[in-house]
């Protein structure tokens, strides 16, 4: 009976302290002006598609449409990414990465650190944090502690933490599976990096 009633009271201590950091990310929410410059995105060589709107900012918000195609062959994978370049190339002095998006699939929040990508090992195994499928505008604040490199991680790719001074870009995936590729929308409001 003691071990129950303590696990009920860890459990409503834990929850607590989650609605009150979703909390204070929603009341913390600071009005946000993106620029179009800090945005771009990329697509494979082998047929995957992106739409925009006029530009891809439009109306103060990023929207963007992907059509992913399935991965090629074994050495040849299908990828699609909308990227936000960090205007100060880093996240040092930064632990929480606030987001205000709608997605039609989970969005996998991956940051681009020169160790993992073409300056680097090549893996591009980053490290990242999935973000749930929402129709509807949702705020989400994700602690940089909280992110993890992909299972798919080779083994010869050196895990060396997050460098903060080495993360230059914010990836923003839709959660495609390589051998099937796919469809999905991504639009986001706001974007910003916290202490």
Known sequence: MFISAFS???LSSVLSVSSVSEQN???ELPTSILNEKEWRFATDPHGSE???????LTDERIWISFKRVPRVDAKNNSWVEL???LPNQTVEGKSTI???????????VKLSQRDYGGQGDKSYAHYQYILPAQTQW???????????????TP???IDKGIIKEHVSAIYLVPDLKDELGGEAT???KNISLRP
């Open 186 to 188: 991504i639009e986001v």
């Open 98 to 108: 606030l987001l205000e998006y709608k997605s039609s699939k989970n969005l996998v």
């Open 50 to 56: 992106v739409k925009v709107k006029q530009t891809l």
């Open 8 to 10: 009920l009271m860890v």
């Open 155 to 157: 083994v010869n790719s």
């Open 25 to 27: 990310c929603q009341q």
């Open 83 to 85: 990227i936000y370049d």
């Open 138 to 152: 949702g705020t989400h604040c994700v602690n940089l502690d909280d992110f993890s490199r992909p299972s798919w």
